[in-house]
């Protein structure tokens, strides 16, 4: 049978048991000192106590004139037996210089020599001693006593070690009854605060925490997706090398113990950190990121923070967008077979009806209408992708009703755009913005969608001052929409922003990640008043390396929609 290893003593228990021991070691170290001390004070007060009695009987008058009678004893003894009672030492014996004694607490030493030293007391001197003599060892004073300048006889008061021992065991027994109350209050004390030590630790011992550090770190750098853990004053109390990625804080900056509203986030992201309310697969735009943020305050009567876990889903974003064109394509497909199905069966109707050449003339007009449509887009915008994107919205916007057409102004040739400008951003960009339009503009008298796009090599500096700049991708969508209010200039790029009466959800992203596209490319963005109703918005975007700053987002009298 195989006895199950006992498992380690959790840290608290070590922690109680060494302070268990520790105040018990030192409780009873200090009885012990207090002893010994209390004993020597004892024995040094017991001779104190013992030479003042000495000296009271030698300086007593009846005692020298009981000396000079002829049997000094019979006064004498009666007189130290008396001053035993009344002083509470255990002896009293006076004696002639020789040491015979006349007085002891046992009748029958009388008479006999006393045992101890009398050189010094002979010599006209008090001293002290601790001896040993027939009523056992005890602490004892011998004075002299004089009458005139004669020392006519000796005094030995004295009190036995037994009845000193006796008075320090009493003394120790109310030393010991405080220790043992000391040591079970400090047992106590250990005890709950190593109870409340134990539910911190989940009972943990020292070798588990440090493997769950070891853990803790290692989860930390593996985990991809960012992580901050802020504690009860919303100040950074970890975040790891993804969160550092994602919120884009140097890896050599310490942010610990800062509060997230020093970090540089966007308001509408450091607001979601701020809340105490959880907040679940929110969306939020930084620089050059979609980010999905989870907070989930740390559970406890108080508050004592908040875990946020953060998702890069800026590719994950484009694809949805390009999906969704897909997906718009597809329908248009789809709507146009169905009329290409109608439009054949009309040219095969008008056949059978014997007018072939009114079938033709039918057929052949919807082929150059579609392929003009082609030719006037691939004839503006040479760029493969813009052109493709154009003629898919085009079918689109037909779709919803919506008149979509390109400017004769517009000139954008293959080739021209390099290398720091993906079409992916374009696409987001450009679609975006038609579909802003397009949204804006249907249900209209006239919906009608505008689109430019066009090179310029060179212009004035913003706002109006000398200086040119380099040669510039200019992208402008008009639509004759409702337009907004004059207060939404800069509102209708913040993400959640919309006018649409479905509400924020889903909604109101667009045009916060066609800013965010162009402050990565170091371009400027803005939207001003079309001629009539209806909005236009404005893209300038640097056919050169893109700088770091962010989308310049300028307004006049706003319209549109976001």
């Given at each position: 049978m195989?006895?199950?290893v006992?498992?380690p003593r959790?840290?608290?228990?070590?922690?109680f048991a060494?302070?268990?021991?520790l105040i018990?070691?030192?409780?009873?170290g200090y009885a012990?000192?207090?002893?010994?001390s209390?004993r020597?004070q004892a024995e040094?007060a017991?001779g104190?106590?013992a030479?003042?009695?000495a000296?009271?009987v030698?300086?007593?008058p009846?005692?020298?004139?009981?000396?000079?009678?002829?049997?000094?004893?019979?006064?004498?003894q009666?007189?130290?037996l008396?001053?035993?009672r009344g002083t509470?030492?255990d002896?009293v014996?006076?004696m002639?210089p020789?040491g015979?004694?006349?007085?002891h607490?046992?009748?029958?030493?009388i008479g006999?020599p006393?045992?101890?030293h009398t050189a010094?007391a002979l010599?006209?001197?008090?001293f002290?001693e601790t001896?040993?003599?027939?009523l056992g060892?005890s602490?004892?004073?011998?004075?002299?006593?004089?009458?005139g300048?004669?020392?006519?006889g000796?005094?030995?008061?004295?009190?036995r070690v037994e009845?000193?021992?006796?008075r320090?065991?009493g003394?120790?027994?109310?030393l010991?009854?405080?220790a043992?109350?000391a040591?079970?209050?400090g047992?106590?004390?250990?005890?709950?605060?190593?109870?409340r030590?134990?539910?911190?630790?989940h009972?943990?011992?020292?070798?588990?925490?440090?493997?769950?550090?070891?853990?803790?770190?290692?989860a930390?750098?593996a985990v991809?997706?960012g992580?901050?853990?802020?504690?009860?004053?919303?100040?950074?109390a970890?975040?790891n090398d993804g969160?550092r990625?994602l919120?884009?804080v140097?890896p050599e900056e310490d942010?610990?113990?800062?509060s997230v509203?020093e970090?540089?986030l966007?308001a509408p992201?450091?607001g979601?950190?701020l809340?105490?309310?959880?907040?679940?697969?929110?969306?939020?735009?930084?620089?050059?990121r979609?980010l999905?943020v989870?907070t989930?305050?740390?559970?406890?009567?108080q508050?004592?923070g908040?875990?946020?876990t953060?998702r890069?889903?800026?590719?994950?974003q484009?694809?949805m967008g390009?999906?969704?064109?897909e997906?718009?394509f597809?329908?248009a497909?789809?709507s146009?077979?169905?009329?290409?199905?109608?439009?054949l069966?009309t040219?095969?109707?008008?056949i059978?009806?014997?007018?072939?050449?009114?079938?033709?003339?039918f057929?052949t007009a919807?082929?150059?209408l579609?392929?003009a449509l082609t030719?006037q887009?691939?004839a503006?915008?040479g760029?493969?992708v813009?052109a493709?994107?154009?003629?898919?919205?085009?079918a689109?916007?037909?779709?919803?009703?919506?008149e979509?057409v390109v400017?004769p102004?517009?000139?954008l040739?293959?080739?021209?755009?390099p290398d720091?400008l993906?079409?992916?951003?374009l696409?987001t960009?450009l679609g975006?913005?038609?579909d802003n339009a397009?949204?804006?503009a249907?249900g209209g008298?006239?919906p009608?969608?505008?689109?430019t796009a066009?090179t310029?090599?060179?212009?004035?500096?913003?706002?109006?001052t000398?200086?040119a700049?380099g040669p510039?991708?200019i992208?402008?969508?008009?639509?004759?929409?409702?337009?907004?209010?004059?207060?939404?200039a800069?509102?209708v790029f913040?993400?959640?922003f919309?006018?649409?009466?479905?509400?924020p959800g889903g909604?109101g992203?667009?045009?916060?990640?066609?800013r965010?596209a162009?402050?990565r490319h170091?371009?400027s963005?803005?939207v001003?008043?079309?001629?009539g109703?209806?909005?236009r918005f404005?893209?300038?975007l640097?056919?050169?390396?893109a700088?770091s700053?962010?989308a310049?987002?300028?307004?006049?009298r706003?319209?549109g929609?976001?």
């Open positions: 195989r006895l199950p006992p498992r959790s840290l608290a228990g070590q922690l060494m302070q268990a021991v018990a070691v030192v409780v009873a012990l000192f207090t002893y010994v209390d020597s040094e017991a104190r106590q030479t003042a009695v000296r009271s030698a300086d007593s009846s005692v020298r004139e009981a000396i000079r009678t002829s049997d000094p004893s019979s006064r004498l009666p007189y130290a008396a001053v035993v509470d030492v002896f014996t006076i002639d020789r015979t004694r006349w007085t607490p046992d009748p029958d030493q006999l006393f045992q101890g010094p010599r006209g001197r008090t002290t001896y040993t003599g027939t060892p602490v004892r004073a011998v004075t002299p006593i004089r009458d300048d004669r020392i006519v000796l005094v030995s008061a004295g009190i009845e000193i021992s006796q320090v065991r003394q120790l027994a109310a010991l009854g405080v043992a109350g040591l079970g209050l047992a106590v004390g250990t005890y709950v605060i190593n109870a030590l134990r539910r911190h630790t009972g943990m011992n020292a070798t588990e925490l440090s493997h769950m550090h070891d853990y803790h770190q290692a930390l750098h991809r997706e992580l901050l853990m802020l504690d009860g004053r919303y100040r950074v970890l975040i969160g990625e919120l884009g140097a942010v610990v113990g800062r509203t970090l540089g966007p992201l450091t979601a950190l809340d105490s309310q959880p907040r679940v697969d929110e969306v939020h735009l930084t620089a050059d979609v999905v989870n989930s305050p740390v559970s406890g009567g508050r004592r908040s875990v946020v953060l890069d889903v800026t590719e994950l484009s694809l390009e999906l969704d064109s997906r718009g597809t329908q497909l789809r146009q077979a169905h009329e290409a199905a109608n439009r069966h040219v095969v109707s008008l059978e009806l014997g007018r072939a050449e009114e079938a033709v003339d057929a919807e082929l150059e579609a392929q030719d887009v691939v503006a915008v760029e493969p813009l493709a994107l154009l003629l898919g919205k085009t689109q916007a037909n779709e919803r009703g919506v979509l400017s102004e517009s000139r040739d293959d080739g021209l755009l720091t993906p079409a992916r951003d696409v960009i975006n913005l038609i397009v949204d804006a249907q008298v006239r009608r969608v505008t689109v066009l310029e090599g060179g212009a004035e500096g913003a706002e109006g000398a200086g700049r510039e991708l992208l402008r969508v008009s639509d004759t929409g409702p337009g907004v209010a004059p207060d939404h800069e509102a913040q993400r959640g919309t006018t649409k009466p479905s509400g909604r992203l667009g045009l916060a990640l066609v965010q162009v402050g170091g371009g963005l803005s001003t008043s079309a001629e109703d209806g909005a404005e893209v300038r640097p056919l050169r390396a700088d700053g962010g310049v987002v300028r307004g006049g706003p319209g929609d976001a």
